[in-house]
């Protein structure tokens, strides 16, 4: 049986069933069988109807005696049907599903799976699953461990899995040589299938999808590491070589010593742009540990060898931050930096040699001459199209750029570099010297006047500055007006507390102008708070402000809250985060709680990853990040072992051969 082909192959599967499968991710006969349960219900209690006991699990094999539509006393339309065994009689209920009259006739045998509880004072099943009684047929939905499946609107659990226990009348092809599947005790994928949506016991379950998700991630680790040979193979870049005397220069020139983990990694960077194959490196570093440097460094290496960068940024605020940055860092060696976002575009003295912007490189047409460079900042932010977007559009002659790509997600390592699997990988995993650590406070609402009056005193005092951020209202990522309406209502209330500061307002629908100029005012000293929405998450340095206070703090992740945390803590001076709240919930409690335990973000990603259900981890649900099915990403043994066996089957493709095969079907087949 060929798993690779098209689920409408499959009986009772037509195109109508195979594009409502494909909104569960369900294209091939394989992804069926790996949308595996959610849940199961245990029915194997079969029973006879005198001996069922209140909110017991039962299956009972019964005659139909009626069925009839009936209206409840509150109101509700239901179907009642009294059926009967050897031993007694018991009624059905279902809410609302007129269709069963004509699937179950009076006089027929069914078998009924369901809950028994009391309604109108008589043992009573609701709603329960039922199948025809048979002697020919194995059941399926009753009298057994019965899996439950993640379902659509337009797809019933009961379809998924009569389809998919057809399907498993098959035996499937291994694909794993016999003795890895010894060494590493997995079970054969036969029988993990099987298993997985049919279980005997349930203590196989955990057996079963262990080799599912060992599947998952070995078929990803493989992809990447495939990807990366083809990559050596077949794409060309242009070669930099730095002198050092040139680098000394440069890092010499900098207004501060580079961290022991900027060096390595920019050296790990000038390793990669020496070769003739593109660089493809991630540089994760927490927030504030200095990301731009490090590809300042590379994108000096590239002009010193007469090539140009691009620099791309999610933000105009922050492209905008670089661009200031970059002029700076440049102007001792006249290199030209321009700025390119969607509403400016300021191509200075002909020529240029650094190019920083938003998206708007990829549409706005920049003369892009010799680009060997590619920056791209908060990468998690940009979707993979735009990340490859701007690489196609700066290539020249069959050469590709060098590709750097940063982000202040701390995604733990293993995680990384499976899920990123086919970039190198950078980390700063410390922060440069002299920062003294953030103080971080949970402010419940008795305080929170005491806190107004505390920032009021440190401005004057310590001469410094401060963020109020402000929510946005509901979870989603884009401001509307009502959440504009929101920030303004707040920002007059806070004119009224610190009645003799200067505060400035910051938001995303604020024309660029105007964001600009609130920016700089702030960035300049001349003003005191910046209320903000969570526009200023991305990537914001001002090293003067040392408050950052965070309202309604329960609504943020762990992740953003440690964003945002991070734009204060900059400088010399001591920071202090604020985390306003009125929840009084202990779950809310705990996680504000982690904030003040851990300054660090690769901590508090691993507190995150704990504190959540399997399968939602920090900052995952962000483009390109592969979707699980089966796998969790909590499992990071099963990542490793995945990766070295990847490993393994690169070096001997002939032991793996069929794993080969099975990908190239794969793609054949989905293209
Ligand atoms: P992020 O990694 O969050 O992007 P930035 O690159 O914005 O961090 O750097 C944060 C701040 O730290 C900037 O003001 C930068 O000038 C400063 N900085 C970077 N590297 C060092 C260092 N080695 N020593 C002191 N300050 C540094
Ligand atoms: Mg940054």
């Given amino acids: 049986m060929d798993l690779t082909t098209s689920v409408s192959e499959l009986a009772n599967v037509g195109e109508i069933y195979a594009k409502r499968l494909s909104k569960l991710g369900i294209l091939t006969l394989e992804d069926l069988l790996m949308h595996v349960p959610f849940r199961y219900e245990d029915f194997t209690n079969i029973k006879k109807i005198s001996t069922i006991k209140a909110k017991e699990n039962v299956t009972i094999h019964a005659k139909i005696e009626s069925i009839t539509n009936i209206t409840t006393k509150r109101g509700r339309k239901a179907q009642l049907a009294i059926v009967f065994d050897e031993t007694g009689k018991m009624q059905i209920l279902?809410?609302?599903?007129p269709y069963i009259l004509y699937a179950l006739k009076t006089g027929s045998d069914f078998a009924f799976s369901g809950n028994a509880q009391w309604f109108n004072k008589k043992l009573t099943l609701f709603a329960p699953v039922y199948e025809p009684l048979s002697s020919k047929s194995e059941s399926i939905h009753t009298g057994r461990i019965v899996p439950i499946y993640h379902t659509t609107n337009k797809i019933n659990s009961k379809w998924i899995r009569t389809r998919i226990f057809h399907l498993l009348k098959n035996d499937f092809e291994e694909f794993l040589p016999e003795d890895i599947l010894k060494k590493h005790n997995l079970m054969d994928f036969t029988n993990a299938v099987k298993t997985v949506h049919f279980p005997e016991k349930s203590d196989n379950i955990e057996n079963a999808r262990k080799r599912l998700a060992f599947n998952e991630f070995f078929m990803q680790q493989i992809k990447w590491l495939m990807r990366a040979e083809?990559?050596?193979?077949?794409?060309?870049?242009?070669?930099?070589?730095?002198?050092?005397?040139?680098?000394?220069?440069?890092?010499?020139?900098?207004?501060?010593?580079?961290?022991?983990?900027?060096?390595?990694?920019?050296?790990?960077?000038?390793?990669?742009?020496?070769?003739?194959t593109p660089m493809n490196r991630l540089v994760e570093g927490d927030v504030g540990s200095g990301k731009t440097v490090v590809a300042g460094a590379a994108a000096f290496a590239a002009f010193t060898n007469g090539f140009q960068s691009v620099f791309m940024a999610p933000t105009q605020i922050l492209a905008e931050q670089h661009y200031n940055t970059l002029s700076k860092l440049f102007a001792p060696y006249k290199g030209r930096v321009s700025l390119i976002t969607s509403t400016k575009k300021s191509i200075e003295m002909g020529r240029s040699d650094i190019f920083v912007g938003t998206h708007a490189l990829i549409y706005k047409k920049v003369d892009f001459d010799k680009v060997a460079l590619v920056v791209i900042d908060e990468s998690h932010r940009f979707g993979v199209n735009e990340r490859a977007k701007i690489a196609k559009i700066v290539s020249k002659n069959k050469k590709s750029p060098h590709i750097l790509t940063m982000t202040a997600t701390p995604i733990p390592r293993t995680i990384a570099l499976t899920a990123y699997g086919d970039l190198d990988l950078s980390t700063l995993d410390e922060l440069p010297k002299g920062r003294k650590p953030i103080t971080t406070w949970i402010v419940p609402p008795e305080k929170r006047n005491g806190a107004y009056e505390w920032i009021s005193k440190e401005i004057d005092e310590n001469k410094v500055q401060a963020f109020i951020v402000c929510p946005l209202i509901d979870e989603s990522q884009v401001e509307t007006l009502k959440e504009i309406k929101a920030v303004k209502t707040e920002f007059e209330k806070l004119q009224n507390i610190f009645k003799d500061k200067r505060l400035g307002l910051l938001h995303g629908k604020l024309k660029s102008k105007e964001k600009e100029k609130v920016l700089e005012d702030f960035r300049k000293g001349s003003l005191d708070i910046l209320v903000s929405t969570p526009v200023v998450e991305v990537g914001i340095d001002i090293p003067n402000a040392t408050i950052m206070v965070i309202e309604a703090a329960e609504r943020f992740g762990l992740a953003q809250l440690h964003q945002l945390r991070g734009r204060v803590g900059r400088g010399e001076k001591k920071s202090y985060c604020l985390l306003f709240t009125e929840s009084k919930s202990e779950k809310v409690n705990q996680r504000l709680l982690a904030m003040k335990k851990s300054i660090s973000g690769?901590?508090?990603?691993?507190?995150?990853?704990?504190?959540?259900?399997?399968?939602?981890?920090?900052?995952?649900?962000?483009?390109?990040?592969?979707?699980?099915?089966?796998?969790?990403?909590?499992?990071?043994?099963?990542?490793?072992?995945?990766?070295?066996?990847?490993?393994?089957?690169?070096?001997?493709k002939n032991k793996f051969a069929k794993v080969f095969e099975k990908l190239n079907k794969l793609e054949v087949n989905l293209n």
Avoid: C
């Fill in 94 to 97: 279902w809410f609302n599903q």
């Fill in 230 to 276: 083809d990559r050596k193979k077949f794409t060309i870049s242009h070669k930099i070589n730095i002198p050092k005397s040139l680098y000394l220069n440069f890092v010499n020139s900098l207004p501060f010593k580079l961290t022991q983990s900027q060096e390595r990694s920019i050296k790990e960077i000038f390793e990669d742009l020496k070769k003739k």
């Fill in 602 to 652: 690769f901590e508090l990603a691993e507190i995150d990853l704990q504190m959540r259900g399997p399968g939602e981890i920090y900052g995952v649900a962000q483009h390109g990040f592969p979707q699980l099915k089966v796998a969790t990403w909590q499992d990071s043994n099963l990542i490793k072992l995945t990766r070295l066996v990847a490993q393994e089957a690169i070096s001997d």
